[in-house]
């Protein structure tokens, strides 16, 4: 019998949608780091360069990067599982173990990344629960032979048997 709950279809459906793993990472006036795992991240817009992720309103985070002039969006490595878990992991010091690093613009990077995107905050929309957050982009570092973790049914997994030219894609 299909489901009739709209929400559990609506989640598990998503599930299947493969994603990237990203930390963001911020810097409050305090001088407080700040970061969360997402997968919710994804380019927007060429010119001007944009990326944007969503961060769930309720996230003890979501001040802070609300807030925030600019983030940093660590995309991590197949062999970075641990940081993902541990950047989703409530009621922690996500950064005692000491494996970010000041890096672009001098907010927490993660050394080894599959790709860094360095951005100021373009803007902050509405997304319902979740508020977007659109960068624009100042620096993007990306470490060649570093495969992208990918997040896909509820479990991370690496790319695998990609074919690598997609006419017209970019
Ligand atoms: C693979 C993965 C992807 C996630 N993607 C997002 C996301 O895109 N947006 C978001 O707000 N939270 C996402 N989360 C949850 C956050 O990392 C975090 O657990 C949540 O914000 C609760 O954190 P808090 O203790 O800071 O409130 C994701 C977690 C995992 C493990």
């Known amino acids: 019998m299909p489901d009739t709950d709209p929400n559990l279809d609506f989640t598990r459906a998503m599930a299947r949608v493969p ?3 990203v930390v963001a990472t911020t810097v409050d006036a305090a001088g407080r780091r700040w970061g969360f795992t997402a997968s919710s991240f994804t380019s927007v817009s060429l010119d001007p360069p944009l990326v ?3 961060l769930d309103r309720g996230a003890s985070t979501h001040g802070a990067f609300t807030a925030a002039g600019s983030f940093l969006v660590n995309v991590l490595a197949g062999d970075q599982r641990e940081i993902a878990v541990r ?4 009621g922690v010091d996500r950064f005692a173990a000491g ?9 927490p990077g993660v050394p080894g990344a599959a ?8 803007a902050v929309l509405d997304g319902g629960d979740h508020s977007i957050l659109v960068g624009r982009v100042l620096h993007c570092a990306s470490a060649d032979g570093r495969e992208p973790l990918l997040y896909v049914n509820r479990g991370f997994g690496r790319p695998a048997g990609l074919d690598l030219a997609v006419p017209g894609g970019r």
């Not at 950047?87 to 409530?90: D, I, L, Y």
């Not at 494996?99 to 907010?107: F, I, K, R, S, V």
């Not at 790709?115 to 373009?122: K, Q």
Request: negative net charge.
């Open 19 to 21: 994603g990237p793993v």
């Open 52 to 54: 944007m992720l969503c």
């Open 87 to 90: 950047f989703a992991t409530s």
């Open 99 to 107: 494996d970010t690093a000041p890096l672009e613009l001098g907010l």
């Open 115 to 122: 790709v860094r995107i360095a951005c100021t905050m373009h």
